[in-house]
């Protein structure tokens, strides 16, 4: 059985070199009868006209002697008397496969021709010695010569099979080396190790193979890393507010807190740290849906200038209490998108305004159209994001200062859900930020999304 693609390459190719010498031996030989057949034919009856002019010439020749000469030179000589069934010269009638017919038929003045190929071929030529007819038939005695033009085609072919497959052998190994290669780095992979690379030079389609085999086992260790990162992040989210829920909940259980205020302080405390645990779930679930195509988008017409103006309005408990002042800049603007889901950004965005904007500061929201897209920009002027770690804010749960991140109640997945709906409308989302100044969230969406 051909267990390997080695194996399977070197019997494939052996077989359809083996049957194309076959075929190639057969045709070139068959061809080379053809070629030598009619330039025989035409010096066969030269040569028969020489020995014809010559034996009537010297009719006193001894006919034996005569025609035993003559047939040393490479042919078969049959000569046939009119009215004679018996050769005056040549041992038989049946090797030459002459009928009777053709042999009068020579006899009477014409030329005979025979279709075989040498070394069979048959000429006959007629001639006249004194009142008598006769018939000179003349056949190639050379079959060594096709005997061994055969063998060297043998030995010519057999050596091209013998070296082309050594050669063949040698370079198969060279190609094959990058697949047993990547057999091996993927039983590496199936059992978690993702730090395999394989070495590649190569120009064609496997080096191209080897790239992408090579990207794909660099994209799933920075995936499993991810996946490390983010089975650490969730836990720790969930860990910290339920260790609190437990400590807060036990000192109540226990009756450690006498007084009415502080055990009321606690109880907000539970109340606060359980709505971060529900907020987290809502989030995880949102993410997972995105990334799922569970929750598609539904995209229908509707007004972007209203939804802005609702959702401040919706979220003015939160800047009103830290005594902001948001101003819209918006014209009347219709778009097409999913109503719901793009809510969801405006939100996640001005609630990370408000969050990071000072006391007393200002945040601006501006929407400027053109003919086929939307860029909405929210500014605030909060203390800025360093610029070596603007490219990480939209990683799940990064927190660019997590003391306050924990503070404000975030949890590091707002901006990445906003990214994902974007991208799911065929648009982008691009931050510009500036330490001690403020930022800017540019939302860039096509007025169609569908």
Not at 288 to 295: E, F, G, K, V
Request: hydrophobic letters at 40%; charged letters at 25%; glycine letters at 6%.
């Amino acid at each position: 059985m051909m267990k390997t693609l080695y194996v399977q390459i070197v019997l494939t190719f052996l077989g359809a070199i083996l049957v194309s010498l076959i075929i190639t031996f057969l045709i070139s030989g068959r061809i080379h009868m053809y070629q030598v057949g009619d330039r025989l034919e035409t010096r066969m009856e030269e040569v028969g006209k020489d020995i014809i002019e010559l034996y009537k010439e010297t009719p006193e020749m001894d006919e034996t002697l005569y025609f035993d000469s003559m047939s040393s030179v490479s042919f078969d000589l049959l000569l046939m008397k009119e009215q004679s069934d018996i050769p005056l010269y040549g041992k038989s009638l049946d090797p030459w496969g002459l009928q009777d017919d053709e042999l009068q038929k020579v006899i009477a003045g014409g030329v005979y021709r025979g279709h075989d190929l040498p070394p069979r071929k048959v000429v006959g030529l007629p001639f006249q010695k004194g009142e008598e007819s006769y018939a000179l038939f003349l056949r190639p005695n050379f079959k060594f010569f096709f005997q061994d033009f055969e063998k060297l085609m043998l030995i010519l072919f057999s050596t091209i099979l013998v070296i082309g497959s050594v050669i063949f052998l040698i370079s198969t190994r060279w190609i094959i080396s990058p697949i047993k290669e990547m057999t091996q780095s993927t039983k590496e992979l199936a059992q978690g190790n993702f730090n395999v690379f394989i070495k590649n030079k190569r120009k064609d389609e496997l080096g191209n193979l080897t790239k992408s085999f090579n990207q794909m086992t660099r994209g799933l260790g920075e995936l499993d890393e991810m996946r490390h990162q983010f089975v650490t992040n969730v836990s720790h989210e969930i860990q910290t507010p339920l260790t609190s829920i437990q400590g807060f909940a036990k000192a109540l259980k226990d009756g450690v807190v006498k007084d009415a205020r502080q055990q009321k302080e606690y109880l907000s405390i539970i109340e606060q740290e359980s709505k971060r645990l529900s907020d987290l779930s809502q989030n995880l679930l949102k993410l997972a849906r995105l990334d799922t195509d569970q929750d598609p988008i539904q995209p229908v017409p509707y007004q972007l200038d209203e939804q802005l103006r609702r959702v401040i309005t919706f979220l003015e408990p939160q800047w009103t209490a830290k005594e902001n002042d948001i101003q819209l800049d918006v014209k009347p603007l219709e778009i097409e998108g999913d109503k719901d889901q793009l809510e969801q950004v405006w939100i996640n965005l001005l609630t990370n305004a408000i969050r990071y904007n000072p006391f007393g500061g200002v945040i601006k929201v501006t929407a400027k159209a053109s003919i086929d897209h939307v860029v909405i920009a929210i500014r605030d002027q909060g203390e800025g994001i360093p610029e070596e770690e603007q490219h990480r804010i939209f990683d799940r749960f990064y927190k660019v200062d997590p003391s306050r991140s924990k503070e404000n109640g975030g949890n590091g997945l707002g901006l990445s859900i906003a990214q994902k709906i974007t991208q799911l409308h065929g648009g982008k989302i691009e931050v510009e930020s500036d330490v001690g100044v403020g930022t800017t969230f540019y939302v860039t969406l096509p007025l169609n999304a569908r």
